[in-house]
Nanobody, 124 residues
């Protein structure tokens, strides 16, 4: 079973930055696209960002484009989400997920393994 563990969440003020990490225990991590999703109370889980298996292609939700950056270090089996200029509407539980292939899709149905999530709270 593939295991993904997110970390780096916390409480920050609007305008601050935060970097999330997702560590994978799977040796074949480097062969798959990775994505970040988030879920706020009362809402469905939504796409945030994704990165191709090699890291050369990225995709972002319009709401975070220009503020968030996804990256990966396959040697460390880790994917990151750098979040800048945080807003209160970014408050949610953030999840990392492994894609079913190497393409960075924006649908949760294109991912087959999920981490437990890490809470990000942005206050004003």
């Amino acid at each position: 079973q593939v295991q993904l563990v997110e970390s780096g969440g916390g409480l920050v003020q609007a305008g601050d930055s935060l970097r999330l990490s997702c560590a994978a225990s799977e040796r074949t991590f480097r062969n798959y696209a990775m994505g970040w999703f988030r879920q706020a109370p009362g809402k469905e889980r939504e796409f945030v960002a994704a990165i191709s298996w090699r890291g050369g292609t990225t995709s972002y939700a319009d709401s975070v484009k220009g503020r968030f950056t996804i990256s990966r270090d396959n040697a460390k089996n880790t994917v990151y989400l750098q979040m800048n200029s945080l807003k209160s509407e970014d408050t949610a539980v953030y999840y990392c997920a492994r894609g079913r292939g190497g393409v960075p899709g924006n649908s949760r149905y294109e991912y087959d393994y999920w981490g437990q999530g890490t809470q990000v709270t942005v206050s004003s």
